[in-house]
């Protein structure tokens, strides 16, 4: 039975990670958390909070569920403690990247991230349907990158990231730099800045007068069957009319070569501004 101690559990992500270990057999759970709100999460699940010293150099698996900005520091005191062979495992490819997570030789490192429910999954009952993050009763996928080691560490890097992440649809193994490309670059510097932008025009339109009723329903709706049709889920087009129009705001909206935010030296920027206060 696998020793796992998870670090900052009583964190946003930290607790969706420990409800889920919670149900999971199979593991030895050891909870480490040092903020008051983190404590009282954690005893409103019934868990008792480990101390570091003693439990890390037992561990055979140290989850880093703890903010980017302070991940480095942390793990500079506990990395330091871990028995070799053992799995450190992070769940951002900021941070790894970035080079400020302490490093052993003799340690495997993994970094594991949800992709969460697609906005196509189907799932048989409302509450499924509803779980938008995943990690509850909607299937996701993930992906796992193995940074340093060897492929036991990958392999129990995998199945802990599934147990954790459950329930999964699919598994993809990815490097740890095709993982900074999802994120940040695609999803946050690119998607959500995009959908910002979207809602901002969304917020826009309500203060010219359109019903907030009727626009909520139009937008909501064209962005499902936009998003089907670009990613092929359907066998469709967009009308003349709508190519014409996309065709002449993109400059308008969009400058050029920016592009450039899927190159590794610009990766490297963002994620930096993710790991620095």
């Not at 970094?111 to 999954?121: D, G, L, T, V, Y």
């Not at 490309?181 to 910002?196: G, H, K, N, W, Y």
Request: hydrophobic share 45%; charged share 25%; aromatic share 6%.
């Amino acid at each position: 039975m696998k020793h796992i101690a998870l670090v900052g559990a009583g964190g946003k992500m930290g607790c969706r990670l420990t409800d889920n270990f919670l149900h999971t057999p199979g593991y030895r759970l050891s909870y480490l958390e040092v903020s008051e709100q983190g404590i009282a999460n954690l005893a409103q699940r019934g868990v008792k909070v480990s101390v570091q010293e003693d439990v890390i150099p037992e561990a055979d698996v140290v989850i880093l569920a703890v903010p980017d900005v302070a991940i480095g520091r942390i793990s500079q005191d506990l990395i330091p403690m871990m028995k070799p062979g053992a799995l450190v495992m992070t769940l951002d490819p900021a941070a790894p990247l970035d080079g400020v997570i302490a490093h052993r030789d003799d340690l495997g490192y993994v970094i594991a991230h949800p992709c969460h429910p697609s906005i196509f999954n189907w799932e048989p009952t409302e509450q499924a349907f509803r779980d938008f993050y995943g990690g509850i009763s909607a299937k996701q996928s993930i992906v796992v990158a193995l940074m340093h080691g060897n492929e036991l560490h990958y392999q129990l890097g995998e199945k802990v990231s599934q147990d954790m992440y459950a329930p999964i649809d699919k598994t993809h193994r990815i490097t740890l730099e095709q993982m900074a490309i999802l994120e940040p670059a695609m999803v946050e510097t690119l998607a959500q800045t995009c959908m910002e932008v979207v809602k901002e025009g969304y917020d826009r339109i309500i203060t010219l007068g359109v019903p907030e009723a009727a626009a909520r329903d139009f937008v909501l709706g064209h962005l499902r069957i936009q998003i089907a049709v670009l990613f092929k889920e359907v066998n469709g087009t967009f009308s003349d009319a709508a190519y014409k129009i996309s065709k002449r705001a993109k400059p308008l909206l969009f400058q050029e070569g920016w592009q450039k935010i899927f190159e590794m030296d610009d990766i490297k920027e963002q994620v930096r501004d993710i790991t620095n206060k």
